[in-house]
């Protein structure tokens, strides 16, 4: 063996070389006195350099106890994650979103919102599948009592509206999970119901938490949404699930297959929101949590109605899948109509 | 998986406090960053969650320093002031010139050096460091030894007043 290079000392002595590494060194060593000499001086530096890194350590401070119920997503920064990271920090939004709309979506939860959505801009890169593994797990903790089936929708020419309430009785199972947190969401999105990005993000949320649904058929799909539900033409299709966007009347979940390992999801939804009473009345909130939310929330969509978008037939869109924000864009312009 | 994230808490926290205060030079802005680290990994549930926390803290201490540099905070790293303007005790003096004069140090590796230095220091592997990095595992011995000698090396002539090229 030749002489033991500088990095392979330092390695050595850090303990970082396999055991077969370890013992060329370590043979060369004992028959090269000038290595071995290497060796001491190798050491000396690690020591010296430990040294001074320990003058420049931190006052020890005790770490404060660990309690992760307490932490709340961190409300700054994480925006400014570099690109790598900036998936996670939308699984961060999609996961910590009741935390977040407890303490108002409007100043913090907007702008993100407005990038993940708008088409015309660049989008925040769509979860990868580890990031979609996710949040399903999460969101089948959080639905461990299975709601029953969805009752049959109701039929298109019906308002909106009211046609909202057997849809989120259905959920009560589940909502007595999370009352306080879905309120919130429910409560908040409505509070913006003229403005599509929270409308958008909360169907992104309920579509989520539909991943346990069983699949319907495409008839039902168009009962539910009142109209042809969209989707890529020429994919194949998967799946249809029924998604429970909160106030909203109709989402559906359309599960396409783009290749042999990408699985796309087009979700259409009927853009009209329940108004607050009706929630309210069918038993999604208990009174308390509903009180907790504070008088000004809880006025605020009765003091701003939407009636362009209660009127519009208008869909509101999603493609999501485990491709770039350009290839989703891309999908999303050549949605169709699914004619029967 | 909150356990086992407890469990990490316990065994990482204060290294990455250590790695987060050489890289913002203030004690509660590293434990702060530190906590914000923890926050998101109790929300993102990383699977990797040591080496997950550690790129998280460097891309906080990275943005820290952007915003530092923007505000033009730039201190004078080799005048040893106490930064305390209470009298300090002659060993807390001492203390905190020592801390400069390897902050300066330090400041005079090159980026991609000091990283690798103060992730090793922090108690990270060579994998670890290798997959953080994005160097060679084979490469790390080698940065890791030049690191170490360039930090002695600047250290030793910020002592005697010398100045200490870069690179």
Redesign the interface.
Known sequence: MSHVDEGLLHAYIDGELSAAETQGVAAHLAQCPACRGRLEEARALIARADELLAMAASPDRAAPPFRAGDVKPPARLWWKVPLPLTWAATVALALGIGTYLGEGLTSRGRPVVAVATDSTMPRVPAPTPAARDLVERRERRATAPRPAPTSPAPAPTQPAAPAAAPQLRAKNGRMQDRPDQEVAVQADSLAAAGRREEVRLAAKIAGSSAAEESAISIDSARRLLGTDPLVVPGLPIEAIYPGHALGYSGVVRIEQVLDRNTMIEVVTGRAAPAPLSEVTTAGRARADSLAALGPKRAMAPAAAPAPTFLRAPALLLEVRGPLSPDSLAALRRLLQPLRP | M?QD??DV??TT??AL??FL??KVWD?ER??DLA??A???A??????NARGWLF??AA??AR?EARRAVRERRHLTLLTAEPQESTPASDHALE?ES??TR??A??EALSPRDREV?LL??AGL??DEIAAQTGLAR????????????R??EA?EAGKSGKHVARG
Request: net charge positive; charged share 30%.
């Open positions: 909150p994230l407890a808490y316990r926290y204060r406090v250590r205060y050489r004690a590293a434990e906590q914000e923890f926050a998101r109790v929300v993102h549930k990383p699977e790129i998280v891309n906080m943005d203390a020592d801390r390897v902050r140090a330090l230095l090793w220091d592997s060579y084979g490469a790390i011995g080698t940065t890791l030894s030049r690191a170490r000698r930090l002695v250290f």
